[in-house]
């Protein structure tokens, strides 16, 4: 069994969900797709990291990814920072011959998305994988199959939520994410639109135009150290985005940091001249499925949404839990982490990867311009070309 040595940068929430990801593949999968090792950290202070080291585990740390980057004895690197120091983590990682793992957004602007993209394009013996993990819970894996299979004729509409209620409370601290030189110009698009424009994207086809509207509703928040000083928010609370895709397809996506009463919701539908699937994440386990083929009949016949009991039905090597075991968040971290290890070892192109990135990237930044002009603002193609247009 080949083994991975990986160095991960940042380790905050997302570099602990990530560092247990890594830790859990001998556990999840007989067997592994590697022996992984961890072999160093990069944190933002020498405190930071050496808690990583004497409680996770790894080798050594440092305060400088480029460290990281430019050792010898590291396979992979991990970038799990703020988002305005994703290009140079690519950047000198690629350099260095190191395969990369990519937390979401891949950047702050389009611009940088391109710088990033070409640099990938330019190590193509080199894996990159951005961490979409949405895309590997069974119910949107099933879904992708529906679709694929044609199961739901041709796409007409979709509505696409992804909602939180993190920054309702107006006391809450400004953290780097309401920070314009930190996350990028989106606030709720950058962090949560992301995830759902790709998982569009992946799902329904590219985008082709969209007409964005988006707001902050709490426009100064304390200071984390100094509560009595209240500073700016920089970055939209809540985006909403009409969208047309290439198919013709027609329909919604809204990102929200201040819908009330739910927690961690991604909501998506969509409708075809065949069918329709609707999705939940607080009821993961399942992918609802209507089949407009069956006869509607007396009382509606057969017809009517379906549950498909997707629960954990990863395929093999995956071992635990049991198919029939509930899924979990952390699981569909470790599956699309797999998919990147697997990837690796076998020396093969994985998905979705920094061009997937770039392409969510281009969304947004239409997004922003649309925000700006209240106009339709088209989405360039994969060539940076002419507009693409349904």
Known sequence: MRTLRVGIVGHGFMGKVHTHAYRSLGFYYDPPPARIVLAGVATSSEQSWRR?????????????????CARDDLDVINCCVPNYLHKQVLLDALEH?????????????????????????????????????YRFIPALLRAKELIADGRLGDIYSARVCYLHAGYVDPN???????????????????????????????LLGEFAQVQHLSHTFVRERPLKDNPEI?????????????FRLQSGAIGTLESSRMAMGVQDEIRFEAHGSKGAIRF????????????????EGRYGGERGFKAIECVARYPKPAALPGPKNTIGWERFHVHCLHNFVTHVVSGTPALPDIADGARTQAVMEAALDSA?????????????GKPARP
């Open 52 to 68: 990583a080291v004497e409680e996770w585990g790894y080798e050594f740390g440092t305060t400088d990814f480029r460290e990281l």
């Open 97 to 133: 011959a190191k395969h990369l793992y990519m937390d979401k957004p891949l950047a702050v602007s389009l611009a940088e998305a391109r710088e990033m993209e070409a640099c990938a394009a330019r190590h193509p013996s080199l894996v990159t994988q951005m961490t979409f993990q």
């Open 172 to 202: 809450r601290p400004v953290t780097w994410r309401l920070e314009r030189a930190k996350s990028g110009p989106g606030g709720a698009l950058f962090d949560l639109g992301s995830h759902v424009i790709d998982l569009t994207r992946h």
């Open 230 to 242: 209240r500073t700016p928010v920089e970055v939209d609370d809540i985006s909403i985005l009409l």
């Open 280 to 295: 939940n994440l607080m009821q993961p386990n399942y992918l609802e499925f209507y089949d407009g083929t069956l006869p």
């Open 372 to 384: 700006r002009s209240g106009k339709w603002v088209d989405i360039v193609e994969k060539t940076w």
